[in-house]
């Protein structure tokens, strides 16, 4: 049996629905999330639900016990995750549970990545469990620059201060058909798996993207870090969110960002989806 925490969210929804696709029985799936009201559509397709909160261990030991694999889809509230994460794993530990395949950052035991530490600190705790994990530590997602996508449509420019650096990203889809890939097959063993896209992509080359997706210029417009922080307050962005961007694009014009493996292409069978086609979409 699976389990798959946060099917509430974006990632996780498409996780269960692709054990479905990849051959997991209906009976066989349960779909967590801590409001299971949202869960729905997916009791709709056969699976199971349950109530699933990371700051609940005795509610998730109730709703891991029977599984033999649990997916951990990383939770949302940053500067929390590692506890939540850690009673997690000892809740499927104390549930049973043979095999964890959890959803992590890229190259999370040596990259400087402003959102790894805790990734690092949750494959730690994995390791110290005793159990065998899957580490499928995804690049980022190609939705996260639906925003900027956005902007660009109604000024035709992008903004950053990531200069050069390149992303390897692919949209939540191909990770979350990659991810029940993993889990379909996860057994005593524990592996690292660093999922990205086929291609890692510039800002110039998303731009030159979004002109082809919208039918008119867009033009990429590098800036220096001090003007980007001025040009995202004046947008209305609060100080929490310009220090996270600014520190994402430092970030990738590092080359955090920039490693393209195979991996996914080889664990879904086919390539992984081109910027230009996501960006079309939409258009």
Do not use: C
């Not at 992590?104 to 994990?133: M, W």
């Not at 063993?189 to 867009?218: C, I, K, M, N, Y």
């Amino acid at each position: 049996m699976f389990v798959v925490t946060g099917a509430t969210g974006h990632l996780g929804r498409l996780i269960v629905r692709e054990l479905l696709t990849g051959g997991a029985q209906p009976d066989q799936v349960v779909a967590g999330g801590r409001d299971v009201g949202r869960l729905g559509d997916l009791a709709g397709l056969g699976v199971r639900t349950a109530t699933v909160d990371y700051d609940d261990p005795a509610g998730m030991r109730e709703a891991f016990a029977g599984a033999q694999t649990l997916v951990l889809v990383s939770g949302s509230e940053i500067g929390r995750r590692t506890a939540q994460h850690g009673a997690a794993i000892d809740a499927a530990k104390a549930a049973g549970v043979r095999h964890i395949v959890y959803t992590s950052g890229p190259h999370a035991d040596t990259s400087p990545l402003i959102v790894n530490p805790e990734h690092k600190a949750t494959e730690e705790l994995l390791a110290a469990s005793g159990l065998p994990y899957t580490a499928a530590r995804d690049n980022w997602y190609t939705e996260n620059y639906e925003q900027t996508f956005a902007q660009a449509a109604a000024t035709g420019v992008v903004l950053t201060s990531a200069g050069d650096g390149r992303v390897a990203s692919a949209p939540r889809a191909d990770y979350a058909a990659a991810i029940a890939a993993l889990a379909l097959r996860a057994g005593d063993e524990t592996s690292v798996h660093e999922l990205t896209g086929d291609v890692a992509w510039s800002f110039d080359e998303f731009a030159a993207a979004a002109s082809q997706a919208l039918g008119r210029p867009v033009e990429h417009r590098a800036v220096s870090p001090e003007e980007h922080r001025t040009a995202l307050l004046a947008a209305g962005l609060d100080e929490g969110t310009v220090g996270f961007v600014l520190a994402m694009d430092a970030n990738i014009a590092d080359g955090l960002l920039a490693n393209a493996t195979d991996e996914v292409r080889s664990l879904i069978g086919r390539p992984t989806t081109p910027l230009l086609e996501t960006l079309r979409t939409w258009a």
